[in-house]
T-cell receptor, first 112, second 114 residues
Framework: EAQVTQNPRYLITVTGKKLTVTCSQN?????MSWYRQDPGLGLRQIYY???????DKGDVPEGYKVSRKEKRNFPLILESPSPNQTSLYFC???????????FGPGTRLTVT | EDKVVQSPLSLVVHEGDTVTLNCSYE??????LLWYKQEKKAPTFLFML????IEKKSGRLSSILDKKELFSILNITATQTGDSAVYLC??????????????FGEGTQLTVNP
């Protein structure tokens, strides 16, 4: 089944404790992206990747890192999480930037 | 800065009503406009519009783009309770202005009551 998977689905952590949210797709998509969704602000792009080893900042990259060592995986790293990073995070992939995006199930992160 | 504005932000209707959701954008010469439906989970793709004036249709849902007036509408006829969701609009700007950043609107929360 074609899908985008994210782990963990729910995470409660404390300020400053490094964490990684994994994202994997099995559709051989070149384009992958991370979004955060907050009430009243909609979906905002954090980082995106056009292909392996090619990543770039989205609209709200501060406090996040990504890597794209393999085509299928695009982890999101929070080196020192803060409470303002409490949010719902979605990973998405598509054949290209202009193709329809397939979204993962979301990761609800709470930073206390 | 690219901007996508959706209206209304919230809408409550009864089953069987027809609704029109609006998406306006401050991005000229963009590549495509996309509509997504988000229930209590991840967004799912509905339509991609690239040409002005050409309606895309899927069952009771349809959408059209007006590139001159910089807006798109999403119509849902004979609404059902299963149409209750947040509907998101996203614009794909030209490469030279925003790299590869898609811009989403805030979404319209549609509630269909029985």
């Amino acid at each position: 089944e074609a899908q985008v998977t994210q782990n963990p689905r729910y995470l409660i952590t404390v300020t400053g404790k490094k964490l990684t949210v994994t994202c994997s797709q099995n559709m051989n998509h070149e384009y992958m992206s991370w979004y955060r969704q907050d009430p009243g602000l909609g979906l905002r792009q954090i980082y995106y990747s056009m292909n392996v080893e090619v990543t770039d900042k989205g609209d709200v990259p501060e406090g996040y890192k990504v890597s794209r060592k393999e085509k299928r995986n695009f982890p999101l790293i929070l080196e020192s999480p803060s409470p303002n990073q409490t949010s719902l995070y979605f990973c998405a992939s598509s054949l290209s930037r202009s193709s329809e995006q397939y979204f993962g199930p979301g990761t609800r992160l709470t930073v206390t | 800065e690219d901007k996508v504005v959706q209206s209304p932000l919230s809408l409550v209707v009864h089953e069987g009503d027809t609704v029109t959701l609006n998406c306006s954008y401050e991005v000229t010469n963009f590549r495509s406009l996309l509509w997504y439906k988000q229930e209590k989970k991840a967004p799912t793709f509905l339509f991609m519009l690239t040409s002005s004036g050409i309606e895309k249709k899927s069952g009771r849902l349809s959408s059209i783009l007006d590139k001159k007036e910089l807006f798109s509408i999403l119509n849902i006829t004979a609404t059902q309770t299963g149409d209750s969701a947040v509907y998101l609009c996203a614009v794909d700007p030209p490469w030279e202005t925003s790299g590869s950043r898609l811009t989403f609107g805030e979404g319209t929360q549609l509630t269909v009551n029985p």
